[in-house]
């Protein structure tokens, strides 16, 4: 966020009016965050993560579901999306990961001779070998 950043040069002695206008940024939406650096919903969602990281720390092989039951005990519920997006966000992950899908890799030599001896290259796009 660069509203701090104006609150960094006012100090130095650079008008906000003069800040405002080289930053690209218009005064009020700065003032409006300087009454309130914290908005409401982020002070919501750290209250949330903060529950998700505490069940998470307790038991790190449950995934988000169960974490979002635990955060709802605890005092701060929240949809299943919701815990999905802050574990997300956070990298916090269940210790059983998913398998791997694919075949992932490169082609092992071949299982049996080839006693045809057959070439399956061609010299040129749509031509014989």
């Not at 950043?5 to 005064?27: S, W, Y």
């Not at 919903?41 to 949330?48: D, I, N, T, W």
């Not at 307790?58 to 955060?71: Q, T």
């Amino acid at each position: 966020m660069i509203y701090p950043l104006v609150g960094e040069l006012a100090v130095d002695g650079i008008p906000v009016t003069e800040a405002c206008p080289v930053l690209k940024l218009a005064r009020q939406p700065y003032y409006r965050w300087l009454a309130t650096p914290v908005t409401a919903g982020e002070l919501a969602q750290a209250y949330r993560a903060n529950a998700l990281f505490d069940a998470h720390r307790d038991d790190p092989e449950f995934g988000y579901r169960f974490l979002a039951c635990e955060a709802a005990t605890g005092g701060q519920p929240m949809a299943a999306r919701t815990a999905w997006a802050i574990c997300s966000a956070n990298r916090w992950c269940s210790a059983f990961g998913k398998p791997r899908r694919g075949k992932g890799g490169r082609p092992g030599p071949p299982v049996h001779d080839d006693r045809v001896q057959r070439v399956f290259t061609a010299a040129a796009p749509n031509q014989l070998g």
